[in-house]
């Protein structure tokens, strides 16, 4: 699959999604928008929010254990991010 035809599908499906995923954002991640906060705080808080909501979707531990959830965090916290904005979602997206 061409990247040109991965960035269309993922233009559609943002599209079809975005109000949902910024419902469930809000409710779970709401204090990431407080910018006055330290970086660790935000960051427990976030683990928490994460696995709350794995678990209210009831993806943990059946899909996915706590323990994956926790490297998976941990390595996007690491990573250089994006915005991709093209579809009225400010969806992040890892840089390769």
Known sequence: MSPLVKD???ELVLKDT???LLVVYETYFQHEMNKFESVEKL???SQKALFDLLKAFD???DV???SAAFKIMMSC???TFCTYTEVGLSAVLLKH
């Open 77 to 79: 916290l690491k990573k």
């Open 59 to 61: 993806l943990c531990p």
């Open 8 to 10: 269309e599908l993922m």
């Open 43 to 45: 960051t427990k808080q």
């Open 64 to 66: 996915i254990n706590k």
């Open 18 to 20: 975005s109000q949902t």
